[in-house]
Structure formats: C-alpha cells, structure tokens
T-cell receptor, first 117, second 112 residues
Framework: GAVVSQHPSWVICKSGTSVKIECRSL??????MFWYRQFPKQSLMLMAT?????????EQGVEKDKFLINHASLTLSTLTVTSAHPEDSSFYIC?????????????FGEGSWLTVV | GESVGLHLPTLSVQEGDNSIINCAYS??????FIWYKQESGKGPQFIID?????DKRQGQRVTVLLNKTVKHLSLQIAATQPGDSAVYFC???????????FGRGTSLIVHP
C-alpha cells in the first residue's frame, strides 16, 4: 500500500536553532499534504494544509513565520521550525492525500519527535 | 469500565470482550468520517471509514455506526485482543474538503 515517510523520526535541537522535517510520499503523488502537531495524550491538531506549488494554508493560531512549510514537488513537503523553543517540543505528523478512485484517501507518516533543549 | 482522564478518556476491557468506542462530532456538514488507531509513538493507522449516507459499515472485527441525528459515531471492536490496545481517534472531513479533523481520542487498554 501507499507509504508516507517522515525524516527524521526524532531530533533534538538547541533552543534558537531551526530544524527541518521532511515528509515524502513514496509510491504516489500527493498534491496535498497536511501537517499535524500532537502533544502527549492529546489529539492531533492540524497546523497547515500544504498544496504542491502554492503557499500553505495555516490554521488559526499557527504562526506561519515560525512553522515554514514548503511543498516543492508532488512527493515532498517540508516543515521547518524556526528559532525553536522548548515549547515547540512535540510530535509532528504529516499526511498525504493520494489520488485513488475515491480521490480522498489519506495516508499518515510515522511522525517525528522534536525535542528542543 | 470507562473513565475520563485529564486529557484522554480510557476504556479498559478484558481480552475477548467486545469494545465500543464513542465519538461526538461537531460539524453537521461533515460527510465523511474515519476511525484511526494510533499506537504509542507512531502515526495514525486507518481502520474504517463511513460516508454520511450510511448508518453502518462493517470491516474485519470492526463496525462503525453513524447517527447523524445526534452527531455521534461509534467503533465496535469484536473479540478485542491485546494488540488492539492503542488510542483511537475519530476524524471528520470538513464538508467535502477532505481535511481530516481529529476528535479527542480514547485510550483502549486490553487486559489479557
């Protein structure tokens, strides 16, 4: 089946630095990718919707200058957390929409743990 | 039994029992619903989906029931196994936009 890969699976960075997380659709083209954030024992919160070749659509309350999203190709979207702070430590999950007969199947990546120290 | 914790409600069952996980959704315009299973430290896995023109859909050991009148969704797992222990989320698509919006989640604990 379709696979969505995230890299890195976990990363530790120093406060004030930037870190990039990649989301790749391995065997299908994804015109739309979604980025979620999840704190321990809480639900997934949608951060932004990323469309290939255009600017991402951010959810209310998500700082677009802090969470930079780039969707340069049909198989790759990146999330860059800029000037990271300890409160940005979280589990970041991407998903990609595949174009199957239903046109709306969503595949999730395995997530990326970010720890800011 | 079922309890509500600080963040995630928890459902504890014995192996072999049937489990019922409930979800209330918010948007009456949502037309597509999905149940996901999330194991610790991993991304969500698709379990089963249902469209708003249906009341019930069955899969392997799982059944989803949809009550649009009260905006309620349930996931029934038959003969629950220890491997079913995980957090279960319902998600609704925003009125045709196919953007999954996740509900609160329920932690299922299966005791052998």
């Amino acid at each position: 089946g379709a696979v969505v890969s995230q890299h890195p699976s976990w990363v530790i960075c120093k406060s004030g630095t930037s870190v990039k997380i990649e989301c790749r659709s391995l065997d299908f083209q994804a015109t739309t990718m979604f980025w979620y954030r999840q704190f321990p024992k809480q639900s997934l919160m949608l951060m932004a919707t990323s469309n290939e070749g255009s600017k991402a659509t951010y959810e209310q309350g998500v700082e677009k200058d802090k969470f930079l999203i780039n969707h340069a190709s049909l198989t790759l979207s990146t999330l860059t957390v800029t000037s990271a702070h300890p409160e940005d430590s979280s589990f970041y999950i991407c998903s990609a929409r595949g174009e199957d007969s239903a046109g709306n199947t969503i595949y999730f990546g395995e997530g990326s743990w970010l720890t800011v120290v | 039994g079922e309890s509500v914790g600080l963040h995630l409600p928890t459902l504890s069952v014995q192996e072999g029992d049937n489990s019922i996980i409930n979800c209330a959704y918010s948007n009456s315009a949502s037309d597509y619903f999905i149940w996901y299973k999330q194991e610790s430290g991993k991304g969500p896995q698709f379990i089963i989906d249902i469209r708003s023109n249906m009341d019930k859909r069955q899969g392997q050991r799982v059944t989803v029931l949809l009550n649009k009148t009260v905006k309620h969704l349930s996931l029934q797992i038959a003969a629950t196994q220890p491997g079913d222990s995980a957090v279960y989320f319902c998600a609704e698509n925003r009125g045709g936009s196919y953007i999954p919006t996740f509900g609160r989640g329920t932690s299922l604990i299966v005791h052998p």
